[in-house]
């Protein structure tokens, strides 16, 4: 396949300064398809993978799940009991805060869907609140502490971006004796061959980084020093994971290939299907996502389309014209890193720059061009 189109995109939009680095990759079942950077990226080029991160440790998860050793509908508390402390924070009453008991104790299944509770500082106008007004640390801030931040709803109640997988990353640790990093690159990372994948990126790893670029209200980029943590108090299987396109490239090509990449299966079909259906069991999802720290994260809009959340993933129920199948998984990382995978059509990609705020004009432009060349090409490679 050719996929000059999608060369030109990335080029263009790095010559013109719309971006400063770009890098994508394309994967069918049998291999990559493509793969290019443009700009400031380079192919071996590493990317603060941010939420990311989520999809691969809810695979660790899975993994125990198929072993036995956790359970899909048992209460988080039951393996971390400082999860059941965790009141829901109703609001504020002269500027205190008004907390309450839980009406049910989120699940581990929960904690997969985000719907357990749990929320994101710069999502939420009430986590946003406790946390500036009370001085109560964030999780990009690095204190393991952010994580005992009070629910902002009743599990199971309603679909809410937050620390859901921070937890379920503690919950791997307890499980199965080892720290996360630990656990994923035993159990996940190594076996697919992910050997630039990490949460404590050497020095020349670092030096390997694709600055972080901050999108001015004008629309110049500048320098920023907005950043991960370079030494954070847990492995933050949320978002605290450093690695490469090409390493990501084979994670969702294992995904693609219901588990199994190159003769290694790290799932098994039967749990790629499981986990690749909706699990939302009635919990609305929002139609947009508010910002309330525009320096991190612009306000996203969801498409007017049937969707869905899976055990990790978020799910497109219906065909997009032109684009992806429905049933394909997707999600994306702080830094404007985005992935998805479509079994139907047997191919998954991943498109990364390193910007911010979430959501940036000029690359959600560039990702819709780029998704659309993907499947043109496919349709022209599949015409006799």
Not at 102 to 122: D, S
Not at 259 to 266: A, H, K, M, P, Q
Not at 331 to 341: A, K, M, T
Request: with cysteine; charged share 20%.
């Amino acid at each position: 396949m050719g996929f000059e189109k999608i060369d030109e995109i990335l080029d263009g939009v790095t010559a013109s300064g719309s971006l400063h680095g770009v890098a994508a990759t394309v994967v069918g079942r049998d291999g990559v398809l493509y793969e290019h950077a443009a700009g400031d990226a380079k192919p071996d080029s590493m990317f603060r993978n941010a939420s990311m991160t989520k999809a691969a440790a809810t695979t660790g998860a899975l993994q125990l799940v198929e072993q036995g050793r956790l359970a899909l509908d048992a209460t988080v508390a039951s393996i971390l009991p400082e999860f059941g402390e965790l009141q829901v924070l109703e609001g504020f009453d002269g500027g205190e805060p008004v907390l309450r008991v839980p009406a049910t104790q989120a699940t581990i299944r929960q904690l997969m869907t985000h719907t357990a509770g749990c929320g994101y500082h710069f999502t939420n106008e009430k986590l946003f609140t406790f946390c500036t007004e009370h001085n109560f640390p964030n999780p990009l801030e690095g204190a393991k502490r952010s994580l005992s931040a009070p629910l902002i709803n009743d599990p199971g109640t309603v679909w809410e971006y937050g620390v859901n997988t921070d937890w379920l990353g503690l919950v791997i640790e307890a499980v199965s004796g080892q720290s996360l990093s630990a656990y994923l690159a035993e159990h996940v990372y190594g076996p697919l061959g992910m050997t630039e994948t990490t949460f404590d990126p050497t020095d020349e790893q670092r030096a390997r980084l694709l600055p972080i670029r901050f999108r001015t209200p004008d629309g110049n980029l500048v320098a920023t020093d907005l950043d991960l943590p370079a030494a954070p108090e847990w492995d933050a299987a949320g978002h605290g994971s450093y690695g490469t396109i090409a390493d990501y490239g084979r994670f969702v090509r294992a995904w693609l290939n219901g588990g199994e990449l190159d003769g290694t299966r790290i799932l098994a079909e039967e749990t790629v299907e499981l986990a690749l259906r909706d699990h939302l069991d009635g919990a609305p999802l929002p139609k947009e996502s508010i910002s309330t720290v525009p320096e991190l994260s612009n306000t996203v809009a969801l498409l007017d389309v049937p969707q869905g959340w899976g055990l990790g993933f978020h799910l497109y129920l219906t065909d997009l014209p032109g684009m992806r199948s429905a049933g394909s998984a997707d999600w994306s990382g702080l830094f404007n890193s985005f992935y998805w995978i479509d079994r139907t059509a047997g191919v998954a990609a991943v498109i990364a720059t390193q910007v911010l705020p979430f959501f940036d004009e000029a690359m959600v432009e560039t990702i819709l061009g780029f998704e659309a060349a993907v499947y043109a090409e496919l349709g022209a490679a599949a015409t006799p």
